[in-house]
């Protein structure tokens, strides 16, 4: 059996587990539209979220000539009010398209595309700066079918003008990636630095049991420092980042993760401690091995995550914070689900903040989390028996962003 089919059939299993269903072939699209699952109370929640947060599979080809690499120079500081516009991707009848829209409203200003001139060549993830900027990327795949081999990866930026337009796509420094698929990424505020998680363009980006690096990229000297996921040897305790955040200065790399470990084919089980957790690999710059990260947060120690699981986490810019996505039931207790916002210390001191909770009853359904380079305005898709919303928090409530329907894929602001 190759390592590829190994990992996937692997992933059925767990996914199998998960959702109290039979064995069945697992496909991006599937995952992709199955908002609504049963009781969630292993990864396989983080594997959903990172289909539909990471981006896979938009069939939109770009045209135009390349623009030249430039680096980001922003100065200005971080901004407290509540964006302007945000960026959406979503899914229609049509297939899926990236737009730029008023907060206020809703109303379109710009269509976001990649100005790559060459065949399949499609958006995936983007991740805001402060002051409008945006960084995107875009990526060359083998075919138009699913499932799919990403053969290049690039990086773009982008500006929203006081207008909502946009102010032209230039090539990142440093942000032509080949051969690897991107899987997430985050940038300091100012833009000067910007990290993603890759893994091989061969495989899906549902699949987390796979080592996924960490690449930091300096935008303004193209510099690249790698942070290296550790080999899947059996018997041997991994740390794979599920998401990734960076603190305004630069100079910390925060990861959400839970132990793993590969058993031996004819072997014992291997058993894993200390569940979920949020560590950090300091200086960002400088690479390593994600192994040796030190932990920042564990988040068993000051959550009941028996009936719950960590979805996303962001880091506050001064690196104390660390605010997450949960979903299931923080109260131990089985039934009803929720999908709640939590802000805790990283120092493990204060009690943990509930900034928002959604309760969904029997099941619930998780699409993305993200939030602005302050971490004070978060974007939030998820729902319940009646249906997802995706739309911003305003105190403890949220305030429908549209398109406020199924198809939306995730925000950024």
Not at 138 to 143: A, E, V
Request: charged share 15%; aromatic share 6%.
């Amino acid at each position: 059996m190759s390592e590829r089919n190994e990992l996937e059939v692997q992933l059925r299993a767990l996914m199998s587990t998960a959702v109290g269903e039979p064995r069945r072939r697992i496909t991006v699209e599937a995952v992709r539209r199955r908002l609504l699952a049963r009781r969630v109370v292993s990864s396989a929640a983080v594997a959903t979220a990172v289909v539909l947060a990471g981006g896979v599979g938009i069939a939109v080809a770009a045209h135009g000539k390349p623009p030249q690499h430039q680096p980001a120079h922003h100065s200005q500081p971080v901004s407290t009010g509540v964006p302007r516009y945000y960026v959406v991707r979503t899914t229609t009848a049509r297939g899926e398209q990236m737009t730029v829209r008023v907060t206020a409203s809703g109303a379109v200003t710009a269509r976001v595309r990649c100005p790559w001139d060459a065949a399949n060549v499609v958006p995936g993830v983007v991740a805001a700066a402060d002051q409008g900027t945006f960084f995107l990327v875009c990526q060359r795949l083998d075919g138009t079918v699913q499932p799919t081999t990403v053969l290049e990866s690039r990086i773009y930026e982008f500006r929203v003008t006081s207008a909502g337009r946009i102010g032209g796509i230039v090539m990142v420094r440093g942000g032509t990636l080949d051969g690897v698929r991107v899987r997430r990424m985050t940038v300091t505020p100012d833009g000067s630095e910007i990290a993603v998680i890759v893994v091989p363009g061969r495989y899906q980006s549902f699949l987390i049991k796979i080592p996924a690096d960490v690449f930091v990229i300096n935008t303004r000297s193209g510099g690249r420092a790698i942070w290296h996921a550790a080999s899947p040897v059996p018997g041997k305790t991994v740390y794979y980042p599920q998401d990734v955040s960076l603190t305004a200065d630069g100079r910390d790399l925060a990861f959400l993760t839970s132990p793993q470990c590969f058993p031996a084919r004819n072997g014992p089980n291997c058993t894993v401690h200390g569940g979920a957790q949020v560590r950090v690999a300091s200086p960002a710059a400088a690479g390593g091995q994600l192994n040796e990260a030190r932990v920042l947060v564990r988040l068993t120690s000051v959550l009941n995550l028996s009936a719950a699981n960590v979805l996303d986490a962001v880091v506050g810019p001064d690196g104390s914070t660390v605010t997450l996505a949960i979903g299931g039931n923080l109260s131990g207790r089985r039934l009803p689900d929720a999908v709640s916002i939590v802000q805790v210390s990283a120092t493990g001191q204060e009690p943990p903040r509930t900034i928002y909770r959604m309760m969904t009853g029997n099941g619930y359904g998780f699409t993305f989390f993200s939030a602005d380079p302050s971490v004070r305005h978060l974007l939030l898709g998820a729902g319940g028996a009646s249906g997802p919303v995706a739309g911003r928090i305003g105190g403890r409530h949220l305030v429908p962003l549209k398109p406020g329907d199924y198809t939306v894929d995730f925000m950024a602001w």
